[in-house]
Nanobody, 126 residues
Framework: QVHLVATGGGSVQAGGSLRLSCSVSGDTATTYSMAWFRQAPMKEREGIAA???????TYSDSVKGRFTISKDNAKNILYLQMDSLKPEDTAIYLC????????????????????WGQGTQVAVSS
């Protein structure tokens, strides 16, 4: 079992920044894939950033250039630095994990991940 706990959400004005954290614990693997997803009301869950043990990062077009995914391997924490936030970034943000290396074309797909955190709310006002 792998446990994920996401924190760091909050309310911010447009143009501001937030950093989300996802603490990973349990039976984690040396080779892994992790990602951040978000879900806004009445919308599909969207994969926005992924990072695997091969060091490759993947971003959706909606956040590319504004968000940065990273991981502190010593602390086993996945981060999402969010800059230049927009009202359309308002959503619940969730982190996801799977053992093994997900092929790059599938790293932002929900079905690629078997473990999920509980989500943290981000609200961006105009």
């Amino acid at each position: 079992q792998v446990h994920l706990v996401a924190t760091g959400g909050g309310s911010v004005q447009a143009g501001g920044s937030l950093r989300l954290s996802c603490s990973v614990s349990g039976d984690t693997a040396t080779t892994y894939s992790m990602a951040w997803f978000r879900q806004a009301p009445m919308k599909e869950r969207e994969g926005i950033a992924a990072l695997a043990s091969d060091g490759v990062t993947t971003y959706s077009d909606s956040v590319k250039g504004r968000f940065t995914i990273s991981k502190d391997n010593a602390k086993n924490i996945l981060y999402l630095q969010m800059d230049s936030l927009k009202p359309e970034d308002t959503a619940i943000y969730l982190c996801a994990y799977d053992a093994g290396r997900v092929a790059i074309p599938y790293r932002l797909q929900r079905r690629s991940y078997g473990y999920w955190g509980q989500g943290t709310q981000v609200a961006v006002s105009s």
